[in-house]
């Protein structure tokens, strides 16, 4: 796949321009997983994360380092370097307001010892970028071995061959944070060339989503190997009988085979092991596609819904070759699967019983580090959770990291999964050359999380202006994409048109809203919420026939503001729409035919965004604050939520009841029969 840069005219820093032949390619490409790197029998993994070193191209045109070619020698000869961690975004991590602002090229490097263990004919070695935002450029000692459109997701290439084993090695990575028109997220460079009252060359980066664009590589860079014959992907999925007393384990494994390409898969041994919690085997089979029966499974439930909370199988593949006629090794590779089932009818249903979705909207924003992942803010978040009595969050407004994810099948959090597609409210944001991004990035997250028994639903966008006429085919598109990849899963995107104007949610499996009543609208006036709330929600449903989901609902909350009687931006002000909305939402979610599947309060936390008059030091809607410390409207969610899981919890138990009582009527009307 060949780029070519270029420089828009205007003293604008330089841009990245794919060819139609490298967008195909990439599609095409994207159809295909790209497992988390495990170690294994078969495989190591070594994490280059750490201290690297750092530099911001501050040129004119932004393209020094690709004129001077900075790549081909230490980056520290190009001129001055900073440490920079990673991972990490790079804007916080300085005194440098021109770092925290920067737009255009960064320039990344850190040196690596190969091990001459890795040096021999049975071995790849991979390297692999969990994400980098938004367009990244890999070169390994001077020679280019990747690049990347997008942030959030990974992306990986064999580099064997590039490598200096025994002996160190010199890594640069470039990254450029521009958004243009076309990219996801979107968003717009302004020039001010020709003004006088403004410096020359002067421009800005400008853009409709509401959180901050930060840059950087976000998540750890790591090397693993993989035999030469390797597990490439596996896909699962499974069925669930109506008694939960059975249930079946499809899977589906790609070999790769460097050493002999072209194989058929018939050449190769595969074997499929399905063990327990415990490391027991439950079953096994082999070939590369097939399934697995478990009789009384462990089904994967969320919390709430079963004593028995994110129980995870272990399938075990093995992968070896047929006729050896030269060196091989058997690959291994583990994955934490869960067995369970999504469904909608008239609500949303995990394992054919009704599930409400109780949670938050978040985002990977935590201070210094940005959206740099940091497994003690991960692990933080989590226990908030946990505190709050959620059941579930989205990814907003972008695929989040694996680790979260897979935190999320152990602990039983539902997550609705959603790609970056935010701040789409222009019909340049809806052309051909966007659709196809779209397509690539919906192609790389949904094979990258399909696995996951804690994602339930796909999200392709948030708030697009959906009421432009191409709105409608653009998403049918999208989403019959995320089917067509994974056709388990229900899929939707998030709304904010109206009811009467938006064109694309016919396509949707749920419908997503946002709306603050309260708040955006009708300001400062709590007494209405209860009506108008109501009647939107209603209105929605009866349009669509299909569950809802309120997904972004709120108030802004300054910590410490206090007022009595309340006012906006205040604590209690959040607590009393709180209350109005909770009033709302009973009246909704209960009854034969249920309007509401779930409620999801915006926002976990309070994040970080672009300065604006409307923003004072960022969003503030977070009921803890951005150091992940309670506000008083999180006490008043938590009795909330405890209480509706509690509730859960008593419905279970009176449904066990009945089939209880059912079960000892069955036994004595057959007694009765037998005598």
């Keep these: 796949i060949s780029l070519t840069l270029y420089r828009l005219h205007a003293g604008a820093h330089c841009f990245l321009f794919i060819s139609i032949i490298a967008i195909v390619c990439v599609i095409i490409h994207s159809a295909n997983g790209i497992l988390y790197p495990m170690e294994s029998e078969s495989r190591q993994v070594k994490d280059l994360s750490g201290r690297w070193r750092f530099r911001t191209d501050n040129s004119s045109g932004r393209d020094t380092g690709f004129q001077e070619r900075w790549w081909e020698r230490r980056l520290a000869e190009t001129g001055h370097v900073i440490d920079m961690p990673v991972p990490a975004s790079y804007n916080d991590i300085t005194q440098d307001k021109s770092i925290r602002d920067f737009v255009g090229w960064a320039w990344y490097e850190t040196?690596?010892?190969?091990?001459?263990?890795?040096?021999?004919?049975?071995?790849?070695?991979?390297?692999?970028?969990?994400?980098?935002?938004?367009y990244a450029m890999v070169w390994l000692n001077g020679e280019q071995v990747m690049e990347h459109e997008g942030g959030h997701l990974p992306f990986e290439c064999d580099v064997t061959m590039s490598l200096n084993f025994?002996?160190?090695?010199?890594?640069?990575?470039?990254?450029?944070?521009?958004?243009?028109?076309?990219?996801?997220?979107?968003?717009?460079?302004?020039?001010y060339n020709g003004k006088d009252d403004y410096p020359a060359g002067y421009f800005t980066q400008e853009y409709e989503f509401d959180f901050f664009n930060y840059a950087g590589i976000h998540r750890p860079v790591k090397l693993y190997t993989t035999p030469r014959l390797r597990i490439g992907e596996i896909v699962t999925s499974s069925d669930v009988t109506a008694d939960h007393a059975s249930a079946t384990v499809h899977y589906q494994v790609t070999v790769t085979d460097s050493s002999r390409v072209g194989q058929e898969m018939a050449s190769y041994n595969i074997t499929v092991v399905l063990e327990d919690s415990t490391g027991a085997i439950v079953n096994k089979t082999s070939g590369g596609s097939g399934s697995i029966t478990v009789t009384q499974p462990m089904l994967w439930w969320p919390v709430g819904m079963h004593d028995q909370v994110g129980y995870l199988y272990t399938m075990v593949v093995y992968a070896g070759r047929l006729g050896l006629s030269a060196p091989i090794t058997t690959d291994v590779y583990r994955l934490k699967i869960g067995i369970r089932t999504v469904t909608v009818d008239q609500t949303l249903k995990i394992n054919g019983r009704p599930f409400y979705v109780i949670g938050v909207g978040k985002h990977e924003d935590w201070d210094v580090r940005g959206k740099g992942f940091d497994w003690s803010m991960v692990v933080k978040d989590f226990n908030l959770l946990d505190w709050l009595g959620a059941n579930a969050f989205r990814t907003s407004h972008y695929p989040y990291a694996e680790e979260i994810m897979q935190m999320c099948d152990e602990r039983g959090i539902v997550v609705i999964d959603e790609c970056p597609a935010v701040g789409m409210r222009s019909a340049n944001n809806f052309v051909n050359k966007t659709l196809s991004h779209h397509l690539n990035v919906i192609g790389e997250l949904v094979t990258?999380?399909?696995?996951?028994?804690?994602?339930?639903?796909?999200?392709?966008?948030?708030?697009?202006?959906?009421?432009?006429?191409?709105?409608?085919?653009?998403?049918?598109?999208?989403?019959?994409?995320?089917?067509?990849?994974?056709?388990?899963?229900?899929?939707?995107?998030?709304?904010?048109?109206?009811?009467?104007?938006?064109?694309?949610?016919?396509?949707?499996?749920?419908?997503?809203?946002?709306?603050?009543?309260?708040?955006?609208?009708?300001?400062?006036?709590?007494?209405?919420?209860?009506?108008?709330?109501?009647?939107?929600?209603?209105?929605?449903?009866?349009?669509?026939?299909?569950?809802?989901?309120?997904?972004?609902?709120?108030?802004?909350?300054?910590?410490?503001?206090?007022?009595?009687?309340?006012?906006?931006?205040?604590?209690?002000?959040?607590?009393?729409?709180?209350?109005?909305?909770?009033?709302?939402?009973?009246?909704?979610?209960?009854?034969?035919?249920?309007?509401?599947?779930?409620?999801?309060?915006?926002?976990?936390?309070?994040?970080?965004?672009?300065q604006a008059t409307t923003r004072a030091y960022g969003n503030r809607k977070g009921i803890f604050t951005r150091q992940r410390q309670p506000k008083s409207p999180a006490f008043v969610i938590r009795d909330r939520y405890r209480a509706l899981r509690n509730q859960s919890v008593a419905e279970r138990q009176t449904e066990l009841d009945l089939i209880g009582k059912h079960w000892w009527r069955e036994v004595r009307e057959n007694w009765d029969r037998s005598l």
């Design 111 to 134: 040196t690596f010892f190969a091990p001459n263990a890795w040096n021999n004919e049975v071995t790849n070695v991979w390297l692999r970028v969990g994400s980098a935002h938004y």
């Design 166 to 191: 025994g002996a160190t090695n010199r890594l640069t990575i470039a990254v450029n944070n521009t958004l243009t028109p076309n990219t996801l997220p979107p968003g717009e460079i302004n020039h």
């Design 448 to 610: 990258r999380d399909r696995n996951h028994p804690s994602v339930i639903m796909w999200s392709v966008a948030n708030e697009p202006s959906s009421q432009l006429p191409p709105a409608a085919q653009y998403f049918k598109t999208v989403l019959d994409r995320a089917r067509e990849l994974d056709p388990t899963r229900p899929a939707t995107f998030v709304c904010n048109a109206g009811y009467d104007s938006d064109l694309a949610t016919p396509y949707v499996d749920v419908v997503c809203v946002n709306k603050y009543e309260g708040w955006y609208d009708d300001p400062g006036h709590v007494e209405v919420i209860q009506k108008r709330l109501s009647y939107f929600l209603t209105q929605w449903h009866e349009k669509r026939s299909k569950p809802v989901i309120h997904m972004e609902w709120g108030a802004g909350a300054i910590a410490g503001f206090h007022s009595d009687p309340s006012l906006m931006y205040t604590e209690e002000y959040l607590c009393d729409v709180m209350r109005e909305h909770f009033a709302t939402f009973d009246s909704l979610r209960t009854g034969s035919n249920p309007v509401l599947a779930g409620e999801m309060i915006w926002n976990f936390a309070d994040f970080a965004t672009a």
